[in-house]
Every structure is written in structure tokens, then in C-alpha cells.
């Protein structure tokens, strides 16, 4: 196992666009909750799940933020119980800008976390209240100053485009904002929108004036164009970086590599089974409070399964997927698995060869989804 996901699924406002398990956080068993966290730990490490070289911790959500100085502090705890905070490389939690007191961020600093992803979407005040965030653009700059005061260097925003609405110019402005808090590491994504969230509705009442494939297209080339004149290097598909500041516990899911899910809802690869724990929180508490395993799911990846997740997590990735390491993995040629589909996607001009390894192309960044969907049977 090299990393470990935990979710938190309180959150004071719910996003438009967010289909993430949550739960207002207002009248929520928040402190049981987080105890709960400690004893399906402590379920994990008795069926024999091994902490001793996880490389990251990732507290997700939901808002991790959302819980108090003294929440935090409880599970921070818990977690030190379980993992040498010390050891790992990478401690990242997800963090609200109007979240993040000072007293928060010295919690959080001081119980390990080294590593803020900061959910900041948009520099655009109009737009950020028409996608549900509680925060202002001040915010966002405001406490990114506020964490280098306390000692964080190693710090990501996330950021969203083709928002409804959203314009070129609302777009260039918010990498402008964006570029100029001069951080090690920026994720983009193109909203998608989810069944089961406000968004999803608005979309199927006809009342989500979205911007448009050719918008978003445009808005995905700045990006890039903009990201490689900063000196932030595209290293996956959405994720930008300076050298060494890459997402190690993100690449842990592109590399298909071994990672534990704890919390309600939570999804891990453990002993090459994916699985899927309990989404409602009183069922998922009540499970782990007889001392079972909160699992909604569970299933054995089969080899060609896993030779399915290795191109198309691999190929997310800039350095492509190679054929030495394919062997190395899985006993087979690449050609011999792929052969058809390699032949074709170079043909389009999606894939391109450099030694034994296929990466995309300009082309096949942008048009990322259907190179994928060649290697799911």
C-alpha cells in the first residue's frame, strides 16, 4: 500500500457541480464520525493491511476544512496512531480558502500535513456565487499568504472552466489571478456535470447556459499555453507543476498502484481488490462499530482488467505508458495485448512513439476521453 485516502464528508454549503458523498455539516455526528475513522483503521491493520511504507495521506472530501481547530487536532491524532506522519513524503489535505483560520492552518501544520490543495475554481466573484462556493476571490489570496506565514510551502489550487456562463475573458482573468499567487502546483478541469447535484437539474430544465465544446477547447489551450510560459509543467492530463512538486499521492492512482479508502463512501485498491465503503454515514458507523468492514462493494481486479487500468490511468500521464514496464507488470507485450488499438490511435494521430513508450499526443490531450474508451472492452 502507498497511500491512504480519507474522506470527510462535512461540508457547510453543498456545490452546485459537487456529486461527492456529503452531508450538511449542521446537526452531523462529526466527533463519533471521526473516532469511527480510528476503528476502521484499526480493522485494516488487524486483517493485515500494512501502514509501514504508505508514501501519502490524503484527507478528501467533502471539506476536511469544515470541522473545527479541535475536530482536526482529533484526527490527526488518530492518524498518527496509524501512520508515521513522519515518514511519508506527502500529507495533503483538501482545504475551503474561507475555511482556513490560522489557527486551522497550525493544527494542520503542526499534526504533519504538509501539502494544501486549496478548492479555490474561480477568481471570479460573480461566478463562484453562481456555483455555490462560499469563499471571495480575496479569499483564496488572502489565505495562501496567510499558510506561507505559517510555514506551507507546498500548495495547489484547483480551478474549474467551461462554468456556466463563463467567458474567455472570466477565464484569462482567473489564470492571471491564478499565476500571479506564483504556486508549485495548479489542477484544472472542465466542469462536468453529475446526476444528482443542482447543476444536473438546472441542465435538464434547459437553465444551464454552458459555454460550448469549441469555448472549452479554447479555454483548455490557454490553460496549457499559459501553464508552459509559467514554467508549470503538464504532467497529467489536468495537473500542472514546477520539478518536484507533482501530486505524488494523485500519481499513486495513474501509476495503478495499491492505496487504502477509509471513511464513508471511500474507495481504495488494497491486495488487488477495488472496493467501495458505505456511503450513509449512521450505516457505515454501524458497521464499523461491530467491527466489520464498512464495504458496499467489493471485486477482484481481474489481468485484463488491470492491463485496462494501466493505459488508460498511464496515458493520463505525460510520460505515457512503456513497453518495457508493461512486460515488467504483466508478463505480456504491449503489441500483442494493444497491438490493433496502438496501431490505430497513432494512425489518428492521438498517440505518438518515443522509444518503447506511447504518449499522447497535442491532439490526444485534448481529445483524451476517446483515446481511453479505446482500451475498455
Known amino acids: 500500500m502507498r497511500g491512504m485516502y480519507i474522506h470527510i464528508p462535512f461540508c ?16 452531523q455526528p462529526v466527533d463519533e464520525y471521526i473516532e469511527s475513522i480510528g476503528n476502521e483503521l484499526a480493522i485494516l491493520k488487524r486483517e493485515g493491511a500494512s501502514f509501514d511504507h504508505a508514501e501519502t495521506v490524503f484527507l478528501g472530501g467533502g471539506t476536511p476544512t469544515a470541522l473545527s481547530e479541535k475536530q482536526l487536532k482529533r484526527l490527526l491524532e488518530i492518524i498518527r496512531t496509524y ?12 482545504a475551503n480558502p474561507d475555511e482556513l483560520t490560522d489557527e486551522k492552518l497550525r493544527v494542520l501544520k503542526d ?19 453562481k456555483i455555490g462556493r462560499t469563499h471571495g476571490s480575496l479569499d483564496a489570496e488572502r489565505v495562501i499568504s496567510k499558510a506561507r506565514d505559517i510555514g506551507f510551502e507546498n500548495m495547489s489550487i484547483d ?5 456556466p456562463g463563463q467567458s474567455i475573458q472570466q477565464w484569462e482573468h482567473t489564470l ?40 472549452e477547447a479554447e479555454m483548455f489551450g490557454m490553460l496549457m499555453e499559459r501553464m508552459e510560459k509559467q514554467g508549470r509543467s503538464q504532467y497529467e492530463i489536468s495537473n500542472f507543476s514546477i520539478p518536484g512538486y ?12 495499491e492505496y487504502a479508502g477509509i471513511g464513508a463512501g471511500a474507495h481504495g485498491f488494497l491486495k488487488g481488490m477495488r472496493y467501495a465503503n458505505i456511503g450513509p454515514l449512521k ?15 467489493s471485486h477482484v481486479v481481474t489481468p485484463i482488467e488491470a492491463m485496462e487500468e494501466e493505459m488508460f490511468l498511464g496515458l493520463r500521464m505525460m510520460t505515457g505508458v512503456s513497453e518495457m514496464a508493461f512486460l515488467e507488470k504483466f508478463g505480456k507485450r504491449l503489441e500483442d495485448v494493444y497491438g490493433e488499438e496502438l496501431r490505430k490511435l497513432l494512425e489518428d494521430g492521438l498517440l505518438g512513439r518515443q522509444g ?14 476517446e483515446v481511453f474508451q479505446r482500451f475498455l472492452k
Open 176 to 215: 492571471d489571478r491564478a499565476l500571479a499567487i506564483d504556486l508549485p502546483h495548479y489542477s484544472a478541469y472542465s466542469l462536468i456535470i453529475e446526476p444528482k447535484t443542482v447543476f444536473y437539474n438546472l441542465m435538464n430544465k434547459g437553465k444551464l447556459p454552458l459555454p460550448g465544446e469549441d469555448i
Open 356 to 369: 518503447d513508450t506511447y504518449k499522447l499526443t497535442q491532439l490526444g490531450i485534448y481529445r483524451g476521453n
Open 12 to 27: 457547510h454549503q453543498i456545490c452546485h457541480y459537487c456529486d461527492f458523498n456529503k452531508v450538511f455539516f449542521n446537526n
Open 246 to 257: 507533482e501530486s505524488i499521492h494523485n500519481m499513486i492512482y495513474w501509476q495503478n498502484d
Open 83 to 94: 501512520i508515521d506522519v513522519e515518514a511519508v513524503k506527502e500529507f495533503s489535505t483538501e
Open 283 to 297: 450505516k457505515y458507523m454501524e458497521n464499523v462499530a461491530k467491527d466489520q468492514r464498512p464495504l458496499l462493494e
Open 159 to 163: 480551478l474549474i472552466y467551461g462554468l
Open 111 to 129: 499534526g504533519g500535513v504538509n501539502r494544501l490543495s486549496i478548492g479555490v475554481q474561480s477568481f471570479d466573484d460573480e461566478l463562484l456565487r
